[in-house]
């Protein structure tokens, strides 16, 4: 989700690449949260962290390990900032419940990328 955002959100002038440190596919439940807003995740893939580190000049982390493995795989000065997002693949309880979890984590990392990318300006 925090992919889509910041493609959204950044703009064309904005390269992101997202990656995790257990790749799997997209959790549709992602997909229909963020379809409800207008952002299209379809397109994206989960791929390995390993992939990208190394040339990552910043970098947003929803987990402590993702941070720490990225940060002993890159040779390059890289700019951390760490956000502690719950996982909603980790929702349990009923469709609803579940989808009610995704929209409030997507909407927590809308507010934090905009934050974050209203103090690059």
């Known amino acids: ?5 910041l493609r959204t959100l950044g703009g064309p002038e904005c390269e992101v690449f997202s990656a995790v440190t257990n ?3 997209i959790n549709p439940l992602a997909v229909e949260a ?3 807003v207008g952002v299209d995740i379809t ?4 791929e390995s962290v390993d992939r990208y580190v190394a ?3 910043t970098s947003l982390s929803r987990c402590a390990t993702t941070q720490k493995k990225a940060a002993r795989c890159s040779p390059v000065r ?13 929702a349990m309880g009923s469709t609803e419940d ?3 979890f995704f929209r409030r984590v997507r909407d927590e990392i809308k507010d934090r ?3 974050y990318l209203s103090d690059e300006t």
């Open 34 to 36: 963020m379809n409800e």
């Open 1 to 5: 989700m925090a992919e889509g955002w």
């Open 23 to 25: 790749p799997t596919r």
């Open 43 to 46: 397109t994206q893939l989960s």
């Open 78 to 90: 890289t700019r951390w900032f760490h956000r502690g997002f719950d996982d909603p693949a980790d």
């Open 113 to 115: 990328i905009s934050r």
């Open 55 to 57: 040339d990552s000049l």
């Open 98 to 100: 579940r989808m009610a």
